[in-house]
């Protein structure tokens, strides 16, 4: 059974630091690039970064470039995206998304909100 699991969004302060980790199973991890994505009301889903399938190469959003750093692990199956100097504008649903290499197979995960708010 294939599954993207996220874990750590909520509620920070404008300036804060949140974590958000995305938990693959179900498939060969390794074998997929990973992106997260975020929707904010009203908006279209857009890219916020990406990482490559040995993590050696990344890209981000300019809006998020300098704040947030995307990260993984293959060992734990898992992506990370860190997320510093958090804005009031950075308030969304966040989604990871894993994409094989080689073809359209790709999977996203449920979302999970991050409101910046004071």
């Known amino acids: ?25 179900g498939f060969t991890f390794s074998n997929y690039a990973v992106s997260w994505y975020r929707q ?18 990344t890209n981000y959003a300019d809006s998020v470039k300098g704040r947030f750093t995307i990260s993984r692990d293959n060992a734990k199956n898992t992506v990370y995206l860190q997320m510093n100097s958090l804005k009031p504008e950075d308030t969304a649903v966040y989604y990871c998304r894993a994409a094989r290499i ?3 197979i790709m999977y996203w995960s449920q979302g999970t909100q991050v409101t910046v708010s004071s």
């Open 1 to 25: 059974q294939v599954q993207l699991v996220e874990s750590g969004g909520g509620l920070v302060q404008p300036g804060g630091s949140l974590r958000l980790s995305c938990a693959a199973s």
């Open 40 to 57: 904010a009301p009203g908006k279209e889903r857009e890219v916020v970064a990406g990482i490559g399938t040995a993590g050696g190469s």
């Open 102 to 104: 080689w073809d359209s």
